[in-house]
């Protein structure tokens, strides 16, 4: 045991000695020897080291912009992490304005080769430059050689025309073990600052003198006979700058946690946002933002509001549809979400903007978010519907920290009808009124007026959606059961089952159930409504088994909810640091009853409970009766909210625990004389 725990003492010793070197290049034969990180013997690799500067540039005639130079050496122990050599670059590259530049500086693989160390330069053929959008793009590279144990390195500098400072990112999916940051801003320019995540960040303020350089050319004299001449001056400006310096060590890896959005929104990092500017002699400019001032000036885009008063394209279909409708008005609502679904197919690509224009993309079938939904809402609109344009933040995008325009990426329509607000989103085929995909479930959205005025609009449904099922249990004394089994999926659970499903043959769907069942034999299976989105999924099937039941001696024991059974808890952390995020509220009823065989009797039943959460937040009960050769079985799962707090995670993790203790009780059932 000494021995060991010496092994380990100058193992993390030998770690720290050997990660002290940073400059670029110099990885030595230690590093590439490690077999694992000290901190962190699971990481599969660890960012060995980061270090970034952003800094102001300043260029004659063109002034500021942003310089930030990223230099990062990453050591990958095996291949489950061989992703890490692959870096993604993403920069600003409006169409038809100046774009953010990219430049791989230095980019190396470094890896053992019988005993000595061996480098490998990445060749440009291996760099790609793909168009994401018609804002942003991004430069992708991957390293050379790669193998278990090897370390890639980069340096790399953005240039940017623009004032705003990228986010400073801390944490990963692994580990971090030195992390360095220096930020330099003018004492022109004024930024918000918010530090996002749980990790205690190490930082400095100081203050520092610059300078600027002008140079002038101007030309004196001259005449017929004698040349002009030409005479140089120059002038320094000092200003002070800011500067923020971060040091931090052992940054632990940034672990996804069951039922999480999107992961990016606890990652540790540190948002610049330029608030003001004040230059000499001048008045202070200010550039922050209410969210009003956002939404007033997505209005005012060429791509947003004017799009919505475009209307000769969609003339003709607009006119049939209110025909066959006449003035009811939830008809038409419903007319033209269908056809806007069916004529116009999202091409993936979110967007508060339009990308082809609402005229094109009609014209092709094909379009972005805002293509469909602007086209939709403008239809709406033509119709006498009261209707706007709802911007949000998908999941994926994360939670806007500031007013921004870029705190949006996706358009949805909000009709205000009966004093209730219906959503509507035409890019999802399988979606109905006031349900929409999970992708779009991301707390709240904002509805823009014509005039630009903006009002909050809860994204999270009201109606619960439900999956319920029903059997019938027939039990033989030889250890077979035979059922029959009804499934009715509601609201987002229908929603989910038609996108997994709608697509895909009976054949292949009803594998996937018997697999996930406890690998039971299904036959006479039927699915309705399957692409009737407006009723209830209803799925039926019979099934036998013989592994859902044990046969000891005289007795026979068998879960009561069988396959439906809630057996393992997905909160098994002691203490957890993000919010409980399930998306929607959603509710499991189970109602089975069972035939026992003859010739046997009840000699167990488990009880009957109840349990809450607190506030109301989510409920199971479960309840069993038998009386002659019947038992009956009904229970409920219902969590009443979308977001679960997490100071209250030793309840819900308490909570599942009594669900799975009762769902693990068994019922015996004795054979009688």
């Given at each position: 045991?000494?021995?060991?725990?010496?092994?380990?003492?100058i193992?993390?010793?030998?770690?720290?000695?050997?990660?002290?070197?940073?400059?670029?290049?110099?990885?030595?034969?230690?590093?590439?020897?490690?077999?694992?990180?000290?901190?962190?013997?699971?990481?599969?690799a660890?960012?060995?080291?980061?270090?970034?500067?952003?800094?102001?540039?300043?260029?004659?005639?063109?002034?500021?912009?942003?310089?930030?130079?990223?230099?990062e050496?990453?050591?990958?122990y095996?291949?489950?992490?061989?992703?890490?050599?692959?870096?993604?670059?993403?920069?600003?590259?409006?169409?038809?304005?100046?774009?953010?530049?990219?430049?791989?500086?230095?980019?190396?693989?470094?890896?053992?080769?019988?005993?000595?160390?061996?480098?490998?330069?990445?060749?440009?053929?291996?760099?790609?430059?793909?168009?994401?959008?018609?804002?942003?793009?991004?430069?992708?590279?991957?390293?050379?050689?790669?193998?278990?144990?090897?370390?890639?390195?980069?340096?790399?500098?953005?240039?940017?025309?623009?004032?705003?400072?990228?986010?400073?990112?801390?944490?990963?999916?692994?580990?971090?073990?030195?992390?360095?940051?220096?930020i330099?801003?003018?004492?022109?320019?004024?930024?918000?600052?918010?530090?996002?995540?749980?990790?205690?960040?190490?930082?400095?303020?100081?203050?520092?003198?610059?300078?600027?350089?002008?140079?002038?050319?101007?030309?004196?004299?001259?005449?017929?006979?004698?040349?002009?001449?030409?005479?140089?001056?120059?002038?320094?400006?000092?200003?002070?700058?800011?500067?923020?310096?971060?040091?931090?060590?052992?940054i632990?890896?940034l672990?996804?946690?069951?039922?999480?959005?999107?992961?990016?929104?606890?990652?540790?990092?540190?948002?610049?946002?330029?608030?003001?500017t004040?230059?000499?002699?001048?008045?202070?400019?200010?550039?922050?933002?209410?969210?009003?001032?956002?939404?007033?000036?997505?209005?005012?885009?060429?791509?947003?509001?004017?799009?919505?008063?475009?209307?000769?394209?969609?003339?003709?279909d607009?006119?049939?549809?209110?025909?066959?409708?006449?003035?009811n008005?939830?008809?038409?609502?419903?007319?033209?979400?269908?056809?806007?679904?069916?004529?116009?197919?999202?091409?993936?690509?979110?967007?508060?903007?339009?990308?082809?224009g609402?005229?094109?993309?009609?014209?092709?079938?094909?379009?972005?978010?805002?293509?469909?939904?602007?086209?939709?809402?403008a239809?709406?609109?033509?119709?006498?519907?009261?209707?706007?344009?709802?911007?949000?933040?998908?999941?994926?995008?994360?939670?806007?920290?500031?007013?921004?325009?870029n705190?949006?990426?996706?358009?949805?329509?909000?009709?205000?009808?009966?004093?209730?607000?219906?959503?509507l989103?035409?890019?999802?085929?399988?979606?109905t009124?006031?349900?929409?995909?999970?992708?779009?479930?991301?707390?709240?959205?904002?509805?823009?007026?014509?005039?630009?005025?903006?009002?909050?609009?809860?994204?999270?449904?009201s109606?619960?959606?439900?999956?319920?099922?029903?059997?019938?249990?027939?039990?033989?004394?030889?250890?077979?059961?035979?059922?029959?089994?009804?499934?009715?999926?509601?609201?987002?659970?229908?929603?989910?089952?038609?996108?997994?499903?709608?697509?895909i043959?009976?054949?292949?769907?009803?594998?996937?159930?018997?697999?996930?069942?406890?690998?039971?034999?299904?036959?006479?299976?039927?699915?309705?409504?399957?692409?009737?989105?407006?009723?209830?999924?209803?799925?039926?099937?019979k099934?036998?088994?013989?592994?859902?039941?044990?046969?000891?001696?005289?007795?026979?024991?068998?879960?009561?909810?069988?396959?439906?059974?809630?057996?393992?808890?997905?909160?098994?952390?002691?203490?957890?640091?993000?919010?409980?995020?399930?998306?929607?509220?959603?509710?499991?009823?189970?109602?089975?009853?069972?035939?026992?065989?003859?010739?046997?009797?009840?000699?167990?039943?488990?009880?009957?409970?109840?349990?809450?959460?607190?506030?109301?937040?989510?409920?199971?009960?479960?309840?069993i009766?038998?009386?002659g050769?019947?038992?009956?079985?009904?229970s409920?799962?219902?969590?009443?909210?979308?977001?679960?707090?997490?100071?209250?995670?030793?309840?819900?993790?308490?909570?599942?625990?009594?669900i799975?203790?009762?769902?693990?009780?068994?019922?015996?059932?004795?054979?009688?004389s």
């Amino acid at each position: 045991m000494r021995k060991i725990i010496i092994a380990l003492i100058i193992g993390v010793i030998t770690t720290q000695m050997i990660a002290q070197n940073y400059k670029f290049g110099k990885v030595s034969k230690e590093e590439l020897e490690e077999q694992f990180y000290s901190q962190d013997s699971s990481a599969n690799a660890v960012v060995l080291f980061k270090k970034r500067r952003t800094y102001f540039e300043y260029e004659q005639k063109e002034g500021f912009g942003v310089v930030t130079e990223i230099h990062e050496r990453i050591k990958i122990y095996n291949k489950e992490d061989f992703s890490w050599a692959t870096k993604k670059i993403k920069y600003y590259s409006p169409k038809g304005s100046t774009s953010e530049d990219v430049n791989i500086q230095d980019a190396k693989t470094y890896v053992l080769e019988n005993g000595k160390r061996q480098s490998y330069k990445l060749n440009k053929k291996d760099t790609y430059n793909v168009k994401l959008n018609k804002y942003w793009s991004e430069e992708k590279f991957s390293m050379p050689n790669i193998s278990e144990g090897c370390i890639v390195e980069w340096r790399y500098k953005i240039t940017s025309p623009y004032r705003g400072i990228n986010k400073v990112i801390m944490q990963y999916e692994i580990p971090v073990e030195k992390f360095q940051c220096k930020i330099e801003i003018p004492e022109y320019y004024n930024y918000n600052v918010k530090h996002t995540g749980y990790l205690q960040v190490n930082s400095t303020v100081s203050t520092k003198y610059d300078k600027i350089v002008l140079n002038t050319k101007s030309r004196s004299g001259g005449s017929f006979f004698t040349p002009s001449k030409t005479s140089f001056s120059s002038q320094n400006i000092d200003y002070m700058s800011k500067v923020i310096i971060i040091d931090n060590e052992n940054i632990p890896a940034l672990m996804e946690e069951p039922y999480m959005n999107n992961i990016n929104n606890y990652r540790s990092g540190i948002e610049f946002e330029l608030s003001s500017t004040k230059w000499p002699n001048e008045p202070i400019k200010y550039y922050s933002k209410s969210w009003e001032d956002v939404t007033k000036t997505i209005y005012k885009e060429n791509e947003f509001g004017r799009e919505l008063n475009k209307s000769s394209y969609y003339k003709d279909d607009l006119e049939k549809i209110i025909v066959e409708c006449g003035d009811n008005k939830t008809k038409i609502i419903l007319a033209l979400f269908e056809f806007v679904k069916q004529k116009v197919k999202w091409n993936g690509y979110k967007g508060v903007f339009t990308d082809k224009g609402v005229k094109e993309a009609f014209k092709t079938g094909v379009g972005n978010s805002a293509d469909i939904n602007l086209i939709l809402i403008a239809m709406l609109r033509e119709a006498k519907i009261n209707a706007n344009p709802v911007i949000l933040s998908t999941r994926d995008h994360g939670i806007p920290i500031f007013p921004t325009i870029n705190g949006f990426n996706f358009v949805i329509a909000a009709v205000e009808i009966d004093n209730k607000v219906l959503l509507l989103d035409a890019t999802e085929e399988n979606s109905t009124p006031n349900v929409l995909p999970l992708r779009n479930l991301n707390w709240e959205g904002r509805i823009v007026r014509e005039e630009g005025t903006s009002l909050l609009v809860d994204l999270i449904p009201s109606d619960m959606s439900y999956t319920n099922s029903t059997m019938n249990i027939s039990i033989d004394g030889e250890g077979t059961i035979e059922g029959k089994r009804r499934v009715q999926y509601t609201n987002l659970n229908a929603l989910k089952y038609r996108n997994k499903y709608s697509k895909i043959k009976d054949e292949d769907i009803f594998n996937n159930i018997e697999e996930k069942n406890g690998n039971i034999e299904i036959f006479d299976f039927e699915i309705r409504n399957k692409n009737e989105i407006y009723n209830p999924v209803v799925e039926t099937y019979k099934f036998i088994s013989e592994d859902l039941i044990s046969v000891i001696g005289d007795k026979i024991y068998f879960k009561p909810l069988f396959f439906d059974a809630i057996t393992e808890n997905p909160f098994k952390l002691e203490k957890r640091k993000f919010p409980i995020d399930f998306g929607a509220p959603a509710g499991v009823k189970n109602r089975i009853n069972i035939n026992i065989p003859e010739g046997y009797a009840v000699e167990f039943l488990p009880k009957s409970i109840a349990v809450a959460l607190p506030n109301n937040y989510g409920l199971y009960k479960f309840n069993i009766s038998a009386a002659g050769n019947k038992i009956n079985i009904f229970s409920t799962f219902q969590m009443n909210t979308a977001l679960y707090p997490v100071a209250a995670y030793s309840e819900i993790k308490e909570f599942y625990k009594m669900i799975i203790n009762k769902n693990l009780e068994q019922v015996v059932l004795r054979k009688v004389s």
